[in-house]
């Protein structure tokens, strides 16, 4: 009884329409176990997941648990058996706060009245355990990304009492929440649980992980040691080897297309969590590409949105130059006027519409351009928006498909090109690759690099360190709104990390 | 290869059909056609004459329908952008006040009375979508206010009476040629009413598909986030679809005016939720982003055609608010069964 596997899933089929998603998949958990899950996007592995926690129904195939054969009917079925799963899109109330977010569905009561205090007590509770301080008051739509992550996981392990499965529960967040939250992983699966963890980043599955399993096209394309070589598992990953992460770095940098000297923005009105610059220098040449690092609250979304004049009323101060001009940068209007593009790190939120078609996004920001007068020019419109799926080799290339429709890299090629298609002579990326495969990273980095050598200036804010130092020309690090170091290409993760995380507690009061 | 990927282009770029999304993009002018066999079947008849296929019939249907259509028609620019008009009927009736409180007072003639009062359904809908913009207010609650206050600027106006308007040419007397707009033309078939309905329609269709407005009215309602910083200019577009729902229902208020010879404080109650249901029923998203105008048209028109047949069968009314209530929440359905279908990750 023992030995048996925790879970066992033998031969799982499953089409949707005419496509097949998984073609016989051989899955198992050990008791204690975490075992990474990879994969490009539409590889399979969601679908096996989504199967696991009763979302999805089977064709055909067997499933186990603890030896016995089960088969879950809906999402509530598998949460009784003790699954539960962390989704990429948090299931999360966005208007209510992080205590009742916890207890959602479970709410603690005293004689028929919902009892706050001990929800609140309770909150507070679990998320000490994860070192993690919050507002429990804040509602959780208004929290980061990154935080609402972390509201999510600490929600799903009420359930989780023999497997949890974590859907790239690291893609937002910062190298000190990472740790965070793989030596919760590890004190989690220590109680006997075992945890599915999917990720994109391949550098952290020898950190977090027991054994590694790579899906490729509806199929289990191998198992290996999380010590293997991370050419080995890109190779299994793509299904060939890939040559280089990231491509070669720039060599002649022209004028400066932004520099910044003492900049700082204030807000008109004082807006809680959100670190507004304070103390800002640096500069991004033409052709050159500056990477932002800091932990998250450091302020990089925030410097970002408020170059581009989409940070709310405020104004800036300090030298702010736009290509030897001074700018104030106070409207998007503005910041478009003189040559500024911005890529939100929130393609679906604040990228995309996703129910139009590809083609209307991609001309979305540049209609002025598409017909300068009243009426549209079709002609023209397809024109730039075949040019915006070439420039970013947007699959499949079809202009009238729901942007929807697309994979989560795609989509992020389709948010890049829309920027990239108004010419901007800088452009600021806050996430460039979030939520995007291997294959579809190094694609972008490539063109990102193309673009930079026609002359563009790029900014980009990044929470992946490997990210920033592969990519760009120089880092710089954002510390609570200031700019504190610059590091040349050479640095290393470590060394940047250091300078960015610290003084954390000191500056913190 | 990407070459190659690049040359298959036109091949692929042809949508592949799905009947069910193809139905719903047609739903009104399919349930339109069905309105129309069954008025057929069901019309009574006299000497073997079909009834409901008699031109008088049929002039009878469409302008019954011109005015809410007409309102219909700038609603769906509103309702694009994910938002609502709830002062629509309210302002007909305030703009039937006007144009007959000004032909019978202030002899303006007619091109002015109609622009200036056209200009005022604009500017009442422009405030309210500036109010609804620059204080981040519900367009519900700021078009609901905006009820209240054209209905109730009306009832001052007219004092709570009906503004009889007399023809002739004299102080105190409209323009004769206003009276047109309660005739037929075209060996007395088709009513001027109508023909006002189909400018106002054909106008709106040339804006919302082929100029640059109508693409940031979609981009509005499919994303306001995106579209600000795609740097549309998010609250112009607001501003001005409200204005347009005003213009419009200037227009429509001005032809209730010339159809029936007096401005009524108390006319065109309920006006504003059938043309939201024209619109619905049209094919057009409340959560904004997609919709469409033929489909609006359409829309109304049948729920014009619709009433048409139950009155022929002397089926009272209650029953036609049944069927139109069944027919809402038919098209509801549809476009959430393709929503869930196309079912985005």
């Known amino acids: ?509 | 290869m990407t070459q190659a990927v690049r040359e298959s282009l036109p091949a692929s770029a042809r949508r592949r059909l799905d009947p069910l999304s193809v139905a719903v993009r047609f739903q009104s002018v399919i349930g339109l056609i069905v309105v129309a066999i069954g008025g057929v079947i069901f019309s009574p008849r006299r000497h073997g004459v079909i009834l409901f296929l008699q031109p008088d019939n049929m002039a009878n249907i469409v302008r019954a329908v011109s005015e809410t259509g007409i309102i219909a028609v700038g609603m769906t620019f509103v309702i694009i952008t994910a938002g609502i008009d709830l002062s629509v009927g309210a302002l007909l009736s305030l703009s039937s006040v006007l144009t007959a409180t000004i032909m019978t007072t202030a002899g303006l003639g007619l091109i002015p009375t109609v622009l200036f009062v056209m200009a005022c359904g604009a500017a009442f809908g422009a405030a309210q979508g500036l109010i609804s913009t620059r204080f981040r207010l519900e367009p519900f609650i700021v078009t609901l206010a905006g009820l209240q206050v054209a209905r109730g600027l009306a009832l001052v106006i007219s004092n709570n009476q009906y503004i009889n308007i007399s023809y002739g040419d004299g102080p105190g007397l409209a323009p004769p040629s206003f009276a047109i707009l309660g005739d037929r033309l075209f060996d007395n078939v088709v009513p001027v009413a109508t023909l006002v309905f189909v400018v106002v329609a054909v106008v709106a269709v040339f804006m919302l598909n082929f100029t640059r407005f109508g693409r940031y009215v979609f981009a509005v309602g499919g994303n306001e986030r995106a579209a600000r910083l795609s740097g549309v200019p998010v609250t112009m577009v607001k501003v001005s679809v409200y204005a347009i729902t005003g213009f419009v229902s200037g227009i429509a208020g001005i032809v209730h005016a010339g159809q029936f010879n007096f401005g009524s404080a108390n006319d065109g109650t309920g006006y504003e939720l059938t043309a939201i249901a024209s619109v619905v029923i049209g094919g057009t998203s409340l959560f904004g982003g997609a919709g469409s105008l033929i489909g609006t048209v359409a829309g109304a028109v049948m729920l014009g055609a619709l009433a048409n047949i139950l009155q022929l069968n002397n089926i009272n009314a209650a029953l036609q608010l049944l069927a139109t209530g069944a027919i809402i929440v038919l098209a509801a359905v549809l476009q959430s069964l393709v929503r869930r279908r196309e079912g985005f990750r």
């Not at chain 1, 992980?209 to 190779?235: C, H, I, M, N, W």
């Not at chain 1, 800002?280 to 609250?297: F, K, P, Q, T």
């Not at chain 1, 579809?440 to 050598?453: D, N, P, S, T, V």
């Open chain 1, 1 to 509: 009884m023992t030995d048996a596997p925790l879970l066992d899933m033998r031969a799982i089929t499953k089409s949707f329409g005419g496509a097949q998603a998984l073609r016989g998949v051989d899955f198992s958990l050990k008791r204690g176990e975490i075992h990474a899950l990879l994969g490009e996007n539409g590889a399979g592995k969601s679908t096996l997941m989504n199967i696991l926690s009763g979302v999805i129904v089977p064709d055909g195939g067997e499933m186990r648990l603890d030896g016995e054969p089960v088969g879950f009917a809906d999402p509530r079925a598998a949460q009784t058996a003790g699954i539960a799963t962390v989704f990429q899109e948090l299931d999360l109330v966005p208007s209510l706060d992080v205590a009742a977010n916890l207890y959602l569905g479970r709410e603690l009561t005293r004689g028929g009245v919902l009892d706050r205090a001990a929800m609140r007590r309770g909150a507070r509770e679990r998320l000490m355990a994860l070192g993690i301080e919050f507002d429990l008051d804040q509602p959780v739509g208004e929290l980061s990304v990154g935080r609402r992550q972390i509201v999510a996981i600490v929600k799903a392990l009420t359930y989780a009492s023999r497997i949890l499965i974590l859907d790239e529960p690291t893609a937002a967040l910062t190298a000190a929440e990472v740790e965070r939250l793989i030596a919760l992983t590890r004190q989690i699966a220590s109680r006997a649980v075992g945890v599915v963890f999917i990720s994109h980043r391949l550098e952290e599955v020898p950190r977090v992980a027991d054994r590694v399993t790579v899906f490729r096209d509806g199929r289990v394309a191998g198992e290996t040691s999380p010590k293997a070589p991370q050419s080995e598992l890109v190779a299994l990953l793509v299904g060939r080897p890939l040559a280089e992460l990231f491509p070669r770095r720039g060599e002649t940098f022209g004028a400066p297309a932004l520099r910044l000297q003492g900049a700082a923005f204030r807000p008109t009105s004082a807006r809680p969590g959100w670190q507004a610059p304070r103390d800002v220098n640096l500069s991004v040449r033409a052709g050159e590409i500056v990477g932002l690092a800091g932990i998250m609250g450091a302020g990089r979304t925030e410097l970002l949105t408020a170059l581009y004049g989409a940070a709310g009323p405020g104004r800036w101060s300090g030298v702010v130059e736009i290509a030897g001009e001074r700018a104030k940068l106070s409207s998007i209007a503005d910041a478009r006027g003189r040559g500024l593009g911005f890529v939100t790190d929130d393609r679906r939120g604040a990228g995309l519409s996703l129910r139009d078609s590809v083609g209307r996004n991609l001309v979305s920001a540049i209609l002025k351009r598409v017909s300068p007068g009243f009426l549209m020019s079709r002609a023209r419109e397809t024109e730039l928006a075949r040019k915006g799926i070439s420039l970013f080799d947007v699959r499949p290339p079809r202009l009238e498909l729901a942007v929807g429709a697309l994979s989560g890299g795609n989509q992020q090629k389709v948010v890049l090109a829309k920027e990239v298609l108004a010419e901007p002579r800088l452009l600021l990326l806050d996430e460039p690759t979030r939520g995007v495969d291997v294959g579809a990273k190094q694609e972008i980095y490539a063109r990102i690099r193309g673009l930079a050598a026609q002359g563009f200036g790029v900014l980009v804010a990044s929470s992946e360190m490997p990210e920033l130092l592969g990519l760009c020309d120089h880092v710089v690090v954002l510390r609570r709104g200031r700019t504190v170091a610059e590091f040349g290409p050479g640095a290393s993760e470590h060394e940047v990390l250091a300078v960015a995380e610290a003084n954390e507690q000191r500056e913190a009061v």
